[in-house]
Every structure is written in C-alpha cells, then in structure tokens.
C-alpha cells in the first residue's frame, strides 16, 4: 500500500504532518511525501493522516 498526494488539492496545512512525521513533511504551500509506500505498522497514522488532510488531498492506494 502507499499513499498519494494530489498537489492540485494540498494547501501545506500540516496535519499529515503532525499525524505521521515519519512520512509527511509540510512544505508552505505543499506536503512532501517521505516515504509513500509505509508499512503495516504506520497504517493507524497514515490513516489517520488521510482523514484529516482538511482538502482531501491524501489517498491510500492499495497495490
């Protein structure tokens, strides 16, 4: 599984950020995926992450 940002959406609020450090890092006015294909053990967070992004700009993709 990973996760995909749609740039077109993200507004760099932060809150992926600060749901999964591990694997976002807000930029202004864009977030920088660090890791889009995460494991089992980050899916709570990336989660979590994906909920509230307040632009629904995060998917998890599963392969």
């Given amino acids: 599984m990973r996760v995909v940002v749609d740039p ?3 507004q760099g609020h932060g809150m992926c950020e600060m749901e999964a450090p591990d694997v976002f890092e ?3 006015d864009s977030v ?3 890791q889009p294909e995460f494991p089992e053990s980050q899916r709570a ?3 979590a ?3 509230y992004c307040p632009t629904q700009a995060l998917t998890i ?3």
Avoid: P, Q, Y
């Fill in 45 to 47: 967070e990336v989660e």
């Fill in 8 to 10: 077109d959406l993200c």
């Fill in 26 to 28: 807000s930029g202004r």
């Fill in 49 to 51: 992450a994906v909920r």
């Fill in 61 to 63: 993709v599963e392969d």
């Fill in 32 to 34: 920088t995926i660090l």
